[in-house]
């Protein structure tokens, strides 16, 4: 299973979500920090459901880190989430 496979499946599960999108933007960042030859490394995540929704942006991006979890977390150099 990919990285990117491997967060969608965890947001799906906690979230529930209407809406995910899960981007793999890691050749964009060739040569840039923390970049790894098979990119897997920086991701963007759009993610929309009824839980995050009234929470703050902090919190809705403390969920979605928390839904992942420290070890896949830890695997990823870059994660940008835009959730609501």
């Known amino acids: 299973m990919t990285i990117s496979e491997e967060i969608r499946q965890r947001?799906?599960?906690r979230f529930a979500p209407e809406a995910l999108e899960v981007?793999?933007?890691s050749e964009s960042h060739?040569?840039?920090?923390g970049w790894r030859e098979g990119g897997q490394?920086?991701?963007r995540v759009r993610?929309?459901?009824g839980e995050l929704a009234p929470?703050?942006?902090l919190a809705r991006h403390r969920a979605v880190h928390a839904a992942l979890g420290p070890e896949l977390m830890a695997r990823?150099?870059?994660l940008a989430v835009d959730a609501g």
């Open 76 to 78: 990823l150099h870059a």
């Open 47 to 49: 993610i929309r459901a």
């Open 30 to 33: 060739r040569g840039h920090g």
């Open 23 to 25: 981007v793999d933007e």
């Open 11 to 13: 947001l799906d599960a």
């Open 41 to 43: 490394t920086h991701f």
């Open 55 to 57: 929470m703050s942006r």
